[in-house]
DNA sequence: CGAAACGTCAACCATTTGGTTGAATATCCC
DNA sequence: GGGATATTCAACCAAATGGTTGACGTTTCG
């Protein structure tokens, strides 16, 4: 079920979506409280909502006639964790192993560290 | 000099510069080459590293007729961190703060918790 | 010099995106 | 029932996105 990085991503590149989701930080909310700071119309927040709903990082439940937004932290949390695992394996690749070349292979001619043509026809 | 999340972001949601990222990831490469894997040509993916290259994503630095890509990730772990801080400012209200309102309040009227219309008029 | 390799630019196209407005639907309350 | 409230739907629009192709400027190499 977890949705897509794309939408994930995706819904987080908008301002206003970012917004609202730390707006959702400190409580639910209904539709048209979360759409009255911004100067946009009830639409378009409620196009936000739909896809911010898309990508799992927010649910919507309707009680009454009132659509309650919820954060839905999980989703985001997948998207932190390919960002971190990326962030691990750059540190690993661009540093620790770069280290461990020279360590292990010391003394080795001098090779161009960090420059090394792939597929060279 | 910091590029705005919105640029990070959206140029996160496309697998595409997902791919040639992680691709970056163990060694830096020439445009023609990061083009290879992929089935479209190369005028597209010289596009999308010019959208990763607007996001801070990656840098290129051209040496005779190559051009190389190089990662940056300053940029992404700038994202990261945004992601981070939600995703701890999220623990903090939804788990945290209740239980501090719980104790605090100990006995207090039954508010609803979580439901509190912002901005009544 | 001239051809090949590297990469971008410009024009074009289809689709998506983010916004609008006005009508429609569902619920609450008198 | 009927009016106000809450929200979405549908149609529309402008701009951005992601792709194509072909022409163009540079740099290398025979």
Do not use: Y
């Not at 794309?6 to 989701?21: E, G, H, K, M, N």
């Not at 898309?54 to 309650?68: C, F, M, P």
């Not at 960002?83 to 001619?109: I, W």
């Amino acid at each position: 079920m977890a949705p897509a990085l794309d939408l994930v991503f995706s819904a987080l590149a908008d301002p206003t979506r970012r917004t609202i989701l730390s707006m959702l930080l400190e409580d639910d909310m209904a539709v048209t409280d979360v759409a009255e700071p911004f100067e946009m119309s009830l639409a378009a927040i409620s196009k936000h909502l739909g896809v911010l709903t898309n990508a799992g990082l927010i649910s919507q439940e309707k009680r009454g006639r009132v659509k309650w937004c919820k954060l839905e932290p999980d989703a985001l949390r997948e998207a932190s964790v390919w960002m971190q695992a990326f962030g691990q394996m750059e540190a690993l690749d661009l540093d620790a192993f770069e280290a461990f070349l020279e360590t292990e292979l010391e003394g080795g001619a001098q090779r161009s560290v960090g420059v090394a043509r792939p597929t060279e026809g």
